[in-house]
């Protein structure tokens, strides 16, 4: 019986007005080759954070939805806060 641990990329989501890359990943315990345990959690790369998505390996993903006018619109909206 050999139990291990393993941190799983488990799901890919673009959301929002800027399309930032949502990633959900899985800590697993493993007991031989059988998933017996696993809890979730999520980050957030934010529009235009390529050092981020290069860390959680959405790169490719990032270069083919963030254009430049993307990022300049999302770099604008956090400047300048939105009124009520």
């Known amino acids: 019986m050999a139990l291990s641990k393993q941190k799983v990329q488990d799901k890919i989501e673009i959301v929002g007005q800027f399309k930032s890359i949502q990633i959900r990943y899985a800590d697993q ?19 235009g954070d390529f050092d981020a ?15 430049e006018d993307l990022i300049a619109a999302y770099q604008s909206s ?3 806060p939105e009124t009520v």
């Open 29 to 47: 315990i493993v007991e031989d080759g059988s998933v017996i345990s696993q809890s979730y959690w999520r980050t957030v790369v934010n529009c």
């Open 78 to 80: 956090i400047a300048q």
């Open 53 to 67: 998505a290069d860390e959680h390996n959405v790169r490719g993903i990032a270069d083919a939805i963030w254009s």
